[in-house]
């Protein structure tokens, strides 16, 4: 049972309430990272029932977030509320370098890594703050966010190969096609242990700001590659600046007679078109993120039904994969054992 929101200890010492607030607001930071890192994650899922669940232990970040935030505010002070401006670039920059590659297991195992990684350093914030000093109406709300940040990180090492065990996911939109590849399932030697099966509403938790996020995102990836895209400018205005003073000074109406002030000018002009250019690139790669992840979720909402969830090792996840009809975590028919 979830502790009440209602009472938080507010007689603390001011050292102590100091480093409390301090221990939440790192949690607070880190459970946001960890929100929009799935998200975009998610985003980059053509598996309609992995994304699902890569979208639910968003959504149990966002959750976190908000509980952890009320305490912060019931103490008195200010919680974080998003990304700080370096985190939102560099979650924009791993969504461009997600879109880029050619294959598509490939960029889904990327950004299923990096989500995981992410999630790394979620744990390893909520084991120090379960290493302070918590007060007792707190301590037990810590203590359940631990085991459920926990639970999702070894999800995402199923999902990635990077434990023993994998995980193979599937969404079918009618019952009796699930319960027939159970079937498929069980008669090539499949354990009831190693399948489960879900209701979809069961076993997925709707993101609840998915379009607000999905805009976030988009934005994001704008803002980076328009940051991208200015540094490389620079860098290569500069170069031409260089180069003209040195070889055609003068040879430039608008530009200064020659001297530093004619490479400066040339360079924050390849600055401003690499920027405007960056930005163009990263609209496209974010458009099409967001047009592709609001079909297949919101098809996965609507038509979905049942949620297929088969545990396999690198044995027999080939044979899994077959059955269930997935091919590179693309839906195909299924085909029997």
Do not use: W
């Not at 704008?222 to 003073?245: R, S």
């Amino acid at each position: 049972m979830n502790p009440s929101m209602e009472t938080v200890v507010h007689d603390e010492q001011a050292p102590e309430s100091n480093n409390l607030l301090q221990t939440l607001n790192r949690l607070i930071e880190s459970c946001i990272e960890s929100d929009k890192t799935l998200y975009s994650t998610a985003e980059q899922i053509d598996n309609r029932g992995m994304k699902l669940l890569v979208k639910s232990y968003a959504q149990q970040h966002a959750r976190f977030t908000t509980q952890l935030q009320d305490i912060v505010t019931q103490m008195g002070d200010t919680p974080p509320a998003n990304l700080n401006a370096a985190a939102a670039v560099g979650q924009g920059l791993e969504d461009v370098k997600a879109a880029m590659m050619v294959k598509r297991q490939g960029r889904h195992h990327a950004a299923l890594l990096t989500a995981l990684q992410n999630e790394d350093k979620t744990v390893s914030a909520y084991d120090e703050a379960l290493k302070s000093s918590l007060p007792e109406r707190i301590h037990p709300l810590i203590t359940q966010q631990a085991e459920q940040v926990r639970s999702i990180q070894r999800q995402l090492k199923l999902m990635t190969g990077e434990s023993a065990r994998q995980l193979v996911v599937r969404l079918y939109n009618q019952p009796g096609e699930a319960k027939s590849v159970v079937d498929q399932l069980q008669s090539a030697g499949f354990t009831p242990d190693e399948i489960y099966t879900a209701p979809i509403e069961q076993a997925a938790n709707i993101y609840t700001a998915d379009t607000q996020q999905r805009g976030r995102s988009k934005s994001q990836t704008v803002m980076a590659m328009g940051l991208a895209g200015a540094g490389f400018g620079l860098a290569l205005g500069l170069l031409v600046g260089i180069f003209q003073n040195l070889l055609a000074p003068n040879t430039v109406g608008f530009l200064p007679s020659g001297g530093v002030g004619a490479i400066v000018i040339v360079g924050l002009i390849g600055a401003v078109i690499g920027a405007i250019f960056g930005s163009i690139f990263g609209l496209l790669i974010g458009q099409n993120n967001a047009e592709d992840d609001a079909y297949l979720y919101t098809e996965s909402l609507k038509d979905g039904d049942t949620l297929l969830v088969v545990f396999t090792d690198s044995r027999n996840k080939p044979e899994a994969d077959r059955i269930v009809g997935l091919k590179h975590q693309r839906e195909i028919a299924p085909k029997p054992a």
